[in-house]
């Protein structure tokens, strides 16, 4: 291999491990530690799937802010609370805990599976 095809994989491997790492911060849990979470005041739970699937299926005490609103609604979000994060699979909740952690969130937790894992 020469050193352009060396320099090219280090950066498709840097990525993978970028996009795939668990990032420090960010906790996934079980539909049922979710649920555990419920009763307790001071965590915040927040559903990013659009307001169609959210009206379609949701489960309270979760609030929809959907992923795209997200960045604009974060001022309305409590930073030392505990932040709960869900959407249909868990992909887009992932998005929404990492960008909520480069925001100055400290405890995120995303939903593994999302609602699609919901018993």
């Known amino acids: 291999m020469d050193t352009i095809e060396w320099i090219l994989l280090i950066i498709i491997i840097a990525f993978l491990v970028n996009r795939f790492m668990p990032v420090k911060g960010i ?29 379609a299926n949701h489960r309270k005490p979760f609030k929809n802010i959907p992923l795209s609103n997200l960045a604009s609604k974060v001022g309305n979000l409590e930073k030392e609370k505990e932040i709960v994060v869900i959407c249909q699979s868990g992909m887009r ?5 990492k960008m909520l952690k480069k925001q100055g969130f400290q405890k995120i937790s995303n939903v593994r599976g ?6």
């Open 27 to 55: 906790t996934n849990i079980s539909v049922q530690e979710a649920k555990d979470k419920f009763k307790d005041n001071q965590v915040q739970f927040i559903d990013v799937r659009t307001p169609g699937e959210y009206k």
């Open 93 to 97: 909740s992932a998005k929404a805990a």
């Open 114 to 119: 999302g609602m699609s894992a919901w018993i």
